[in-house]
């Protein structure tokens, strides 16, 4: 991960422009962050990116909300996007 990466990896605060900088970005550079960012609002937003990869990686992100998640993991076209929605939804506290 390049140093641009990492700093909205670890961005614990999120203004609309850090969100509008990380939509400009490639998609395997969005499929990569959307594992590791804690931000909600561009979480749901990138759940619905035309990219599986990006979707795979907003499923596989424990901070994404659990209706997203639910939603993924019932509705996403991609099988692989389903599956691994499930597996995070599954690991869960209490599979609220």
Not at 17 to 30: I, N, T
Request: with cysteine; glycine share 2%.
């Amino acid at each position: 991960m390049d140093s641009n990466l990492l700093f909205y990896a670890f961005k614990k605060e999120w203004s609309p422009s850090d969100e509008a900088a990380v939509l400009k970005m490639d998609y395997y550079k969005r499929a990569e962050l959307a594992q590791s960012i804690n931000c909600e609002g561009l979480l749901v937003d990138l759940s619905l990116d035309q990219h599986p990869e990006v979707r795979k990686g907003v499923a596989a992100n424990a901070a994404t909300p659990l209706t997203t998640l639910k939603r993924l993991a019932e509705q996403d076209l991609c099988i692989s996007v389903q599956e691994k929605a499930k597996e995070t939804l599954d690991e869960q506290p209490l599979n609220s």
